[in-house]
């Protein structure tokens, strides 16, 4: 089985699809399903796209995410910590640490994201979860919610 690459991180037969089905508190974000898993590696791989100035949504869950960085600069929140990353970074989430991804203002921020394909929904920050987040300056002025 393969997967054409057209050029410009599109492949053929692949649709381009909203991030989220629902919800405001992401922007400007892309999704493309490459792989659906099968039963020896249930898992799936998707590609996402965050436009400049653009950003995921900031949530923690059970499941694990591993990203790969394609194209483009960015930043992430992992946990309390927030890293500039930019193509062929490799990280992995850990199972319920907050995660954000942000684009820079004049580069989109292109990833491949491998997750299983039996998993929980994301959980958002409630209001004490974000004065949490926001007792490091740094990551106040980070955070889109
Ligand atoms: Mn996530």
Redesign the pocket.
């Known amino acids: 089985m393969l997967i054409r690459h057209k050029g410009n991180f599109r492949w053929e037969n692949i649709s381009l699809l909203a991030y989220k089905e629902e919800g405001n508190c992401f922007r400007d974000i892309t999704r493309q399903i490459l792989f659906e898993g099968a039963a020896n590696i249930p898992c799936q791989l998707r590609y996402f796209e965050i436009a400049s100035g653009g950003h995921s949504?900031l949530?923690h869950?059970e499941h694990l995410?591993l990203v790969i960085i394609a194209r483009g600069e960015g930043h992430v929140l992992i946990g309390d910590e927030i890293h500039s990353v930019r193509e062929n970074d490799v990280m992995e989430?850990p199972s319920h640490t907050w995660?954000q991804f942000r684009a820079t203002s004049d580069n989109p921020l292109g990833f491949y994201c491998i997750v299983n394909i039996e998993r929980d929904r994301?959980v958002r920050p409630s209001e004490d979860d974000l004065k949490y987040l926001r007792r490091k300056p740094e990551i106040a002025a980070f955070i889109r919610t």
């Open positions: 949504t949530e869950h995410h989430i995660h994301p």
